[in-house]
């Protein structure tokens, strides 16, 4: 049986028919086609999936498409104002090499900057360790991920964003 | 991007498309008229297959057609490979049991392929699999290590007797004991290297086409060496022509060694796409993942150390036996021999050693290569007894590893386990790593930890290992059936860009920055105009791939001879431009001169003369397209030294880690940022598999305890500290950018560097010969406490 269901995905008006346990990350990756959004367990351990749906971050394994009808996703496709100007996060990444491969990046940007804002930008390093206990990364060690994201915390609240 | 030289910290040209979601991982392909594979597996460690139904499953919506082993062996498709030959002690070959893509008659662990849906969607395939009604008559299964080679145990293979498949020797063993007999001290241990999951965050999958028209197939897959897949699937699996098998390794999240090798999934999607005359695709769920990507370590070992009483060791002895899982992985046997027992020299200048590996079969998932294979056993194997002996000789235990280091001025070194180290200089590396972790002032702290009733201790760790793997020709002499040299194409396009396709692959290393810079530097070539390109079989001329720490020392070595080539031509053809001797120009900063006078030509219009030759040479051919093949002479022998300093609660049994020193010497080094980032992954893939990480057996049903996520302990964030790291270089003499390769130090010397830490902070409790990694709360709480 397929339901419907709309929403809007990085601004964007979007709608399809799912099936009813169709996961919100597969419908952003198979009926949308935006595979920014990764898969890296089965679990809801690994934070690959991470996006926004409201504002807050939400793993995409952990919630059915249907759940998220009618809300506001950002995925890590939406962050950046354009390809050249990557968000403050995403830059603070970049210019301190919190990523390797690559796979878990796009829920760590998402899960950062989350936390960044609910901490109103005042974080620590032990805050951001504790705070990423939801996201694992198998290439960095993590230590480049938290300089990454205290850096990008400053970036963020320079920025006003 | 301008120009970049080697040495600066160049920020990564890939991060962009990683950042932005705009990475394409074999997953994200879309490819039309797509079909889903799922595969059916084991739920028994050892068991027939009477009956395998899939009348309902065919039935299924969606489904377009199932597979079972009994369909492959009719259709005769080969049996997977191991790649190298170990000879045992009496010079026979070891024991190499058939590996079926799909099982046929017998499932020998869990996870073990038993049938492939394939159906019109994921869910459909998955859907149909449950419908399938397998009649498994249960048989006894051997799980346990130890237990393996005991004549009564459950046998994994009927041509494999005893469960063995070698028993293998290295060194001198009336040597080692008649040092043993004069010794003044000897030291013995016995060790567990406990079995890890290697865990790339992204699961394998594959997808396979196959084109009716031309006859050709095309693989993506999650590849650390797409040549070498092709070449296995070609010669040796599927029998398809390699001419017309493409493999192509796009954006591969994380390796580690688990994607070395080939493995039943993406050989069936192969061969199936064939049949069906569809695409087909396959991601493994993560339980899939602990369930079938190779394993690594799981070692039993007991080892003796012979000292004289000044603390210089005379003597090393090691008995080992190593799981190899139910099935001989692509380099399986090579793992717990020729990249195991010949580092057990370690730093040091031990005389003689002696070494027996046995090596098992079990009724669990293979064990091959993970980030170090081998090299991190051995070090840990070495490190652990050095700092025992140090400790039951009363001597302090950086001193006694001092008293027994190479000196640095004893290189080339030949020590007594086959190896031949290049270049070192130990005790510089020591000395720095002693003063990042304020080495002498450990007492005070433990004092005041006492003071608060916490148990403080302080372990070192010097690792050597060889890596940059390997001489063709000594690979080959022992067993190897690979040569194992890198390619490189430096491919000018007329208006002066340039593309390096190279043969290594880049999961997360940075490869498509490094690269560029080394070319940028050598070349004297902006950075932005230069792209690498990898992964590709029909693209890039050939390529042996990423493991070993081999990429920069033997790909990036082919990448210098390839720009050397371009020079030479370069040369020529700026010669005739300015109407000078060849030999009279020079080559600086990306232009050509004439010395002594100010003629000069840019390399960019010797490029364009090539591929517009109105003005050119006679004898030469136009274009600026240079391949080059490098085969290392020797491997390179990156060292250091790691200080690992814990806190433990005796209370909870909690280790936390309060200070981690790293120094390494990698020889030159390209890119600092790149390299520390190495160093910082390595270290805490070597501080999960000392306190947090074990694949774990329920030793009866063979059933994988800790399977997914929720049960086994990847380290997160708040596991590990920030680290502190330092260098120390000595170029390696032998390859063209002196470079020794750095992705796998972390990984070797850590489990190390944290265990001493730990029994050192047991030992005042009298603790520190009970624990075994990982030392979880619970196990160190239990030593504590054990009477």
Same mark, same amino acid.
């Given at each position: 049986m397929t339901?419907?269901?709309?929403?809007?995905?990085n601004?964007k008006?979007?709608?399809?028919?799912?099936?009813?346990?169709?996961?919100?990350v597969?419908?952003?990756?198979?009926?949308?086609g935006?595979?920014?959004?990764h898969?890296?367990?089965?679990?809801s351990?690994?934070?690959?999936c991470?996006?926004?749906?409201?504002?807050?971050?939400?793993?995409?394994c952990?919630?059915?498409a249907?759940?998220?009808?009618?809300?506001?996703?950002?995925?890590?496709?939406?962050?950046?104002a354009?390809?050249?100007?990557?968000?403050?996060?995403?830059?603070?990444?970049?210019e301190n090499h919190?990523?390797?491969?690559?796979?878990?990046?796009?829920?760590?940007?998402?899960s950062a900057?989350?936390?960044?804002?609910?901490?109103?930008?005042?974080?620590t390093?032990?805050?951001?360790?504790h705070?990423?206990?939801?996201?694992?990364?198998?290439?960095?060690?993590?230590?480049?991920?938290?300089?990454s994201?205290?850096?990008?915390a400053?970036?963020?609240?320079?920025?006003?964003v | 991007?301008?120009?970049?030289?080697?040495?600066?910290?160049?920020?990564?040209?890939?991060?962009?498309?990683f950042l932005?979601?705009?990475?394409?991982?074999?997953? +994200?392909?879309?490819?039309a008229?797509?079909?889903?594979?799922?595969f059916?597996?084991?739920?028994?460690a050892?068991?027939?297959?009477?009956?395998i +139904?899939?009348?309902?499953?065919?039935?299924?919506v969606?489904v377009?057609?199932?597979?079972?082993?009994?369909?492959?062996?009719?259709?005769k498709v080969?049996?997977? =490979?191991?790649?190298?030959?170990?000879?045992d002690?009496?010079?026979?070959p070891?024991?190499?049991?058939?590996?079926?893509a799909?099982?046929?008659?017998?499932?020998?662990?869990?996870? +073990?392929?038993v049938?492939?849906?394939?159906?019109?969607?994921a869910?459909?395939?998955?859907?149909?699999?449950?419908?399938?009604?397998?009649? @498994?008559?249960?048989?006894?299964?051997?799980i346990?290590?130890?237990? $393996?080679?005991?004549?009564?145990?459950?046998?994994?293979?009927?041509?494999?007797?005893?469960?063995?498949?070698?028993?293998?020797?290295?060194?001198?063993?009336?040597?080692?004991?008649?040092?043993?007999?004069?010794?003044?001290?000897?030291?013995k241990?016995?060790?567990?290297?406990n079995?890890?999951?290697p865990?790339?965050?992204?699961?394998?999958?594959?997808?396979a086409e196959y084109?009716?028209?031309?006859?050709n197939?095309t693989? @993506?897959t999650?590849?650390q060496n797409p040549?070498?897949?092709?070449?296995?699937?070609?010669?040796?699996?599927?029998?398809?022509?390699?001419?017309?098998l493409?493999?192509?390794a796009?954006?591969?999240?994380?390796?580690?060694?688990?994607?070395?090798?080939?493995?039943?999934?993406?050989t069936?999607?192969?061969?199936?796409?064939?049949?069906?005359g569809?695409?087909?695709?396959w991601?493994?769920?993560r339980?899939?993942?602990?369930?079938?990507?190779?394993?690594?370590?799981?070692?039993?070992?007991?080892?003796?150390?012979?000292?004289?009483?000044?603390?210089? =060791?005379?003597?090393f002895?090691v008995?080992?036996i190593?799981?190899?899982?139910?099935?001989?992985?692509?380099?399986?046997t090579?793992?717990?021999?020729?990249?195991?027992?010949?580092?057990?020299?370690?730093?040091?200048?031990?005389?003689?050693i002696?070494?027996?590996?046995?090596?098992?079969f079990t009724?669990?998932?293979?064990?091959?290569a993970?980030?170090g $294979?081998?090299?991190?056993?051995?070090t840990?194997?070495?490190?652990s007894?050095?700092s025992?002996?140090?400790r039951?000789?009363?001597i302090?235990?950086?001193?006694?590893?001092?008293?027994?280091y190479?000196?640095?001025? $004893?290189?080339?070194?030949?020590?007594?386990?086959?190896?031949?180290?290049?270049?070192g200089?130990?005790?510089?590396?020591?000395?720095?790593a002693?003063?990042l972790?304020d080495?002498?002032?450990?007492d005070?702290?433990?004092?005041?930890?006492?003071?608060?009733g916490?148990?403080?201790g302080?372990?070192?760790?010097?690792?050597?290992?060889?890596?940059?793997?390997?001489?063709?020709?000594?690979?080959?002499?022992?067993?190897a059936?690979v040569?194992?040299?890198?390619?490189?194409?430096?491919?000018f396009?007329?208006?002066?860009?340039?593309?390096?396709?190279t043969?290594?692959?880049s999961h997360?290393?940075?490869?498509?920055?490094t690269?560029?810079?080394?070319?940028?530097?050598?070349?004297?070539?902006p950075?932005?105009?230069?792209?690498?390109?990898?992964?590709?079989?029909?693209?890039?001329p050939?390529?042996?791939?990423t493991?070993?720490?081999?990429s920069?020392?033997?790909?990036?070595?082919?990448?210098?001879?390839a720009?050397?080539?371009?020079?030479?031509?370069g040369?020529?053809?700026?010669?005739?431009?300015?109407?000078?001797?060849?030999?009279?120009?020079?080559?600086?900063?990306g232009t050509?001169?004439?010395?002594g006078?100010?003629?000069?030509?840019?390399l960019g219009?010797a490029?364009?003369?090539?591929?517009?030759?109105h003005?050119?040479?006679?004898?030469?051919?136009?274009?600026?397209?240079?391949?080059a093949?490098y085969d290392?002479s020797?491997?390179?022998?990156?060292? *250091?030294?790691?200080?690992?300093?814990?806190e433990?609660?005796?209370?909870?049994?909690?280790?936390?880690?309060?200070?981690?020193?790293a120094?390494?010497?990698?020889?030159?080094?390209?890119?600092?940022?790149?390299?520390?980032?190495?160093?910082?992954?390595?270290?805490?893939? *070597?501080?999960?598999q000392?306190?947090?990480?074990?694949?774990?057996?329920?030793?009866?049903?063979g059933?994988l305890?800790?399977?997914?996520?929720?049960?086994?302990?990847?380290?997160?964030?708040?596991?590990?500290?920030?680290?502190?790291?330092?260098?120390?270089?000595?170029p390696c003499?032998?390859n063209?950018?002196g470079?020794?390769?750095?992705?796998?130090?972390?990984?070797?010397a850590a489990?190390?560097?944290v265990?001493?830490?730990?029994r050192?902070?047991?030992a005042?409790v009298g603790?520190?010969?009970?624990?075994?990694?990982?030392?979880?709360?619970?196990?160190?709480?239990?030593?504590?406490?054990?009477?």
């Amino acid at each position: 049986m397929t339901m419907s269901v709309a929403m809007t995905v990085n601004g964007k008006a979007v709608s399809g028919n799912v099936e009813a346990r169709t996961l919100l990350v597969q419908f952003l990756r198979e009926h949308l086609g935006m595979t920014g959004t990764h898969v890296g367990c089965d679990t809801s351990q690994c934070g690959a999936c991470v996006v926004h749906v409201d504002g807050v971050s939400v793993k995409a394994c952990t919630m059915l498409a249907v759940q998220a009808e009618g809300s506001k996703v950002t995925t890590i496709e939406g962050l950046a104002a354009s390809p050249e100007k990557l968000h403050p996060m995403q830059e603070a990444f970049r210019e301190n090499h919190g990523l390797q491969c690559g796979f878990c990046t796009p829920g760590m940007v998402m899960s950062a900057i989350d936390l960044v804002k609910r901490h109103n930008y005042a974080v620590t390093e032990e805050i951001v360790r504790h705070g990423l206990e939801g996201n694992l990364c198998r290439c960095t060690g993590y230590h480049n991920i938290v300089k990454s994201i205290l850096a990008g915390a400053q970036a963020m609240k320079a920025a006003g964003v | 991007m301008g120009n970049v030289k080697i040495g600066e910290r160049v920020q990564r040209k890939e991060d962009r498309r990683f950042l932005t979601g705009s990475g394409r991982y074999v997953d +994200d392909l879309q490819l039309a008229r797509v079909t889903y594979a799922y595969f059916l597996r084991s739920p028994h460690a050892h068991a027939k297959i009477r009956k395998i +139904d899939t009348s309902k499953a065919a039935a299924s919506v969606g489904v377009v057609q199932i597979f079972t082993g009994k369909d492959v062996a009719e259709a005769k498709v080969g049996g997977l =490979i191991c790649g190298w030959v170990v000879k045992d002690k009496h010079g026979n070959p070891h024991k190499a049991p058939a590996h079926p893509a799909m099982a046929a008659d017998t499932v020998r662990h869990v996870g +073990d392929t038993v049938a492939m849906v394939i159906a019109a969607t994921a869910d459909q395939a998955r859907d149909a699999a449950e419908k399938i009604e397998v009649d @498994y008559e249960v048989l006894p299964a051997q799980i346990n290590l130890a237990g $393996a080679l005991d004549p009564k145990a459950p046998q994994v293979h009927a041509d494999a007797p005893g469960n063995l498949c070698y028993d293998w020797e290295l060194g001198d063993k009336a040597a080692v004991d008649a040092a043993f007999a004069k010794a003044a001290h000897v030291t013995k241990l016995d060790l567990v290297n406990n079995r890890l999951v290697p865990n790339a965050m992204e699961p394998r999958a594959a997808a396979a086409e196959y084109d009716r028209g031309t006859g050709n197939y095309t693989l @993506y897959t999650t590849s650390q060496n797409p040549h070498v897949a092709r070449l296995v699937l070609s010669a040796f699996v599927l029998g398809i022509p390699e001419h017309k098998l493409r493999v192509i390794a796009p954006d591969v999240g994380g390796g580690f060694g688990s994607k070395i090798f080939i493995y039943p999934e993406e050989t069936m999607l192969t061969w199936a796409a064939g049949k069906i005359g569809r695409s087909i695709k396959w991601t493994a769920e993560r339980s899939e993942s602990f369930m079938t990507d190779a394993h690594g370590r799981d070692h039993v070992t007991h080892a003796e150390l012979a000292l004289d009483a000044k603390g210089k =060791i005379l003597a090393f002895k090691v008995d080992t036996i190593a799981n190899l899982g139910a099935y001989l992985s692509t380099f399986a046997t090579a793992v717990p021999t020729y990249l195991y027992a010949t580092l057990l020299a370690g730093q040091y200048t031990t005389p003689v050693i002696y070494c027996n590996v046995r090596a098992a079969f079990t009724h669990t998932t293979p064990v091959d290569a993970y980030r170090g $294979a081998g090299r991190p056993e051995a070090t840990y194997v070495v490190e652990s007894i050095v700092s025992k002996a140090a400790r039951e000789m009363k001597i302090d235990s950086a001193e006694l590893r001092r008293r027994n280091y190479i000196a640095k001025d $004893a290189f080339p070194y030949q020590t007594p386990v086959a190896l031949t180290y290049d270049s070192g200089n130990y005790a510089p590396i020591l000395d720095q790593a002693m003063k990042l972790a304020d080495y002498a002032g450990i007492d005070a702290r433990k004092a005041a930890a006492k003071a608060k009733g916490k148990l403080r201790g302080i372990g070192v760790c010097s690792y050597i290992e060889a890596c940059g793997i390997a001489p063709s020709a000594v690979v080959g002499s022992l067993g190897a059936g690979v040569g194992l040299w890198e390619s490189a194409q430096l491919k000018f396009n007329p208006t002066g860009n340039l593309q390096i396709l190279t043969g290594s692959h880049s999961h997360g290393q940075g490869h498509e920055t490094t690269f560029a810079q080394i070319v940028s530097d050598k070349l004297g070539i902006p950075l932005d105009q230069i792209e690498v390109v990898h992964g590709d079989t029909d693209k890039v001329p050939f390529g042996m791939g990423t493991y070993g720490s081999r990429s920069l020392p033997v790909g990036g070595s082919a990448i210098m001879k390839a720009a050397d080539k371009i020079i030479a031509k370069g040369k020529k053809v700026a010669a005739h431009l300015m109407e000078a001797a060849e030999a009279d120009i020079v080559f600086e900063n990306g232009t050509f001169k004439v010395t002594g006078t100010d003629k000069a030509v840019p390399l960019g219009q010797a490029v364009f003369a090539a591929y517009v030759p109105h003005n050119y040479p006679a004898d030469l051919e136009p274009g600026m397209d240079e391949n080059a093949f490098y085969d290392p002479s020797n491997f390179t022998y990156p060292s *250091g030294t790691q200080i690992c300093e814990v806190e433990v609660d005796p209370d909870t049994g909690v280790v936390d880690i309060v200070n981690f020193v790293a120094v390494d010497d990698f020889g030159n080094i390209v890119n600092p940022m790149v390299v520390e980032g190495q160093v910082h992954g390595g270290i805490v893939q *070597g501080v999960g598999q000392a306190l947090l990480e074990n694949a774990a057996y329920d030793e009866k049903t063979g059933q994988l305890i800790s399977g997914s996520y929720m049960d086994y302990t990847m380290p997160r964030a708040d596991d590990v500290p920030s680290f502190k790291l330092g260098y120390e270089v000595t170029p390696c003499p032998h390859n063209p950018l002196g470079v020794k390769g750095c992705g796998e130090a972390g990984a070797i010397a850590a489990p190390a560097a944290v265990m001493n830490a730990v029994r050192d902070a047991l030992a005042a409790v009298g603790a520190q010969d009970r624990i075994e990694m990982p030392a979880t709360p619970q196990r160190v709480w239990a030593a504590i406490n054990a009477h």
